[in-house]
């Protein structure tokens, strides 16, 4: 679309230093009207987008730009993960506020190159536009699938059992916009076990666990007392246990998986990740969860966490 | 990310829509953590990304929810046609304003899927979000390079014909909208010419042109009397010439390519295209453009199209 002075002056200062950052699948970077990639020919490709608005999933102050461009592609990068993918390389659409001024842009695309570095993905294209409306960033990253394919989220049996790396609830109070993306353990776990099912946890806990029975066409029972709870979600005081919290929240930007008995046992013996995984129940036959507490009673998992989810807000 | 449980119901109309126009590239469509596509293991993946925000390239009304959402996916496909691309999938994040309800994103998504089945284009996967601030409309566009690879525009020779295909100056009367991109016919120029350089017109023909000759550290002859003007850019009507238009308008989604003098010869004595096709100047040593009128003058051509450009405005 058309550019104004002040935009191509942008595109120009990213297009330099995104040159910095390439690597060797990018055949023509920023500059062109399309960039050219080299992806490995037996792969499938996998291609994910999210977008983050400004009043919607932070506000800012107290975001800052930074923390705001890493998180966007933070999230992608949860995503490829949560495929056990391989990220290669990102193109990224902007709406800046024409009162954040040049620096605005250039602080978000400084969060987002670090963690691309990290992660070795080239950012290879974008449409950076200056507007009266509030932030928009809009995020579209591609990987390659690994190993046997794309894990997908249809694939849970009964007899699995469910897990998780690391704790849940209280992201919002900054873990949010910190989170490590799974990538690694996602590799890991692929190479290592026969994964089934897989996702990245965005919508809670409850909420996306939902999304495997459904699409999985089975139940499940988790352990109340096996779900790992953070710090974060301990500290929160507003009424709501921190099992609740850990169970809706949402945005921890953990795994959620399963696999065969025989292979959750031997990853609870060893350290393949060097991340804390967790057991928290098992796939049976039918549909929907029943959450067994510790003192044996059971309680129906509703979708959304608990029975005063949060259906019609944006957690984010 | 979070979604309320609106945007699942979106998504899911969205899902079962797609699923009816899947491609035979698709491996995993919309709902999971991200689409999987098999590509040609030759071919080099083009990508591109626009996006479309309301006040700034549209206001609507008068523009249409469904014009907005062709236009999206158009103004991509044109950024592919420039590479001589073949076009195979689409992912769109989205954010609606909350007073549209839920027919602006299904009428967006009724614009886009029209033109993506007229493309052969599967839409694999979105972030579609409700918020209290303008439309934006974010359309990423996957390509395979096509022949001897993606046509870049640094490489247009001194010598070299510079060719149009359609006509200039206006399009925002319309046409802007209603553009057929001008992918068969750089299809057809790919395979039966050898292409030097070529993009297609969004900032103005003299823009563009110029975009060509910086990355290709060349320069340019122009003829008045040779570029193509619209018939939009003639019935306006506010002091400058249809020339001035044609030069700097934009949106015009024109291809501009350079090629052989022997190759331009054949090209205008044929009609391969069935568009019509124009020869508007040459390439030369040196850099920058000179524009040669019908009296014999020459003037210099700017950047912008013309001395009182809209170097500062968005004209889309």
Redesign the interface.
């Known amino acids: 679309?058309?550019?104004?002075?002040?935009e191509f002056a942008l595109i120009e200062w990213i297009r330099q230093r995104a040159a910095t950052h390439a690597n060797q699948a990018v055949?023509?970077g920023i500059?062109?009207?399309?960039?050219?990639?080299?992806?490995s020919?037996?792969a499938?490709?996998?291609?994910?987008?999210?977008?983050?608005?400004e009043?919607?999933?932070f506000k800012m102050p107290p975001a800052t730009p930074v923390e705001v461009g890493r998180k966007a592609l933070a999230?992608n990068l949860s995503?490829?993960a949560?495929?056990a993918?391989q990220p290669v390389?990102a193109?990224?659409?902007?709406?800046c506020p024409r009162d954040g001024g040049i620096d605005l842009p250039r602080e978000l695309h400084e969060g987002m190159q670090t963690l691309a570095d990290e992660f070795k993905v080239a950012i290879?294209?974008?449409?950076t536009?200056i507007?009266?409306?509030?932030l928009?960033v809009?995020v579209?990253l591609?990987?390659e699938?690994t190993g046997s394919?794309?894990v997908?989220?249809?694939s849970a049996r009964p007899g699995d059992w469910i897990m998780t790396t690391g704790s849940f609830g209280g992201s919002l109070a900054g873990q949010h916009f910190t989170f490590q993306p799974r990538l690694l353990e996602a590799l890991a776990l692929h190479r290592e076990t026969s994964l089934h099912a897989m996702?990245?946890v965005?919508?809670?806990l409850a909420a996306d666990l939902h999304h495997i029975l459904d699409?999985s066409h089975v139940g499940a029972i988790l352990q109340a007392d096996e779900i790992p709870i953070s710090e974060a979600a301990r500290l929160i005081n507003d009424g709501r246990t921190p099992l609740e919290h850990a169970l809706s929240d949402?945005?921890d930007f953990e795994l959620l998986f399963t696999v065969s008995p025989e292979e959750g046992r031997q990853l609870l013996g060893t350290d393949t990740l060097g991340t804390p995984i967790s057991h928290i129940g098992e796939i049976i036959d039918g549909s929907g969860c029943r959450l067994v507490h510790g003192d044996g009673s059971e309680t129906n998992l509703p979708r959304l966490g608990w029975e005063h989810g949060f259906?019609?807000?944006?957690?984010?």
Chains 1, 2 share one sequence.
């Open positions: 679309v058309t550019n104004s002075a002040g055949g023509i500059g062109d009207d399309a960039a050219a990639l080299r992806l020919p037996s499938e490709m996998l291609v994910t987008v999210d977008v983050l608005l009043g919607v999933h999230v995503d490829i949560a495929m993918g390389a193109v990224v659409g902007i709406a290879v294209g974008g449409d536009n507007w009266d409306g509030p928009v809009s579209t591609f990987g699938a394919g794309p997908r989220r249809d996702l990245d965005s919508d809670g699409e949402g945005e259906a019609e807000t944006d957690s984010g």
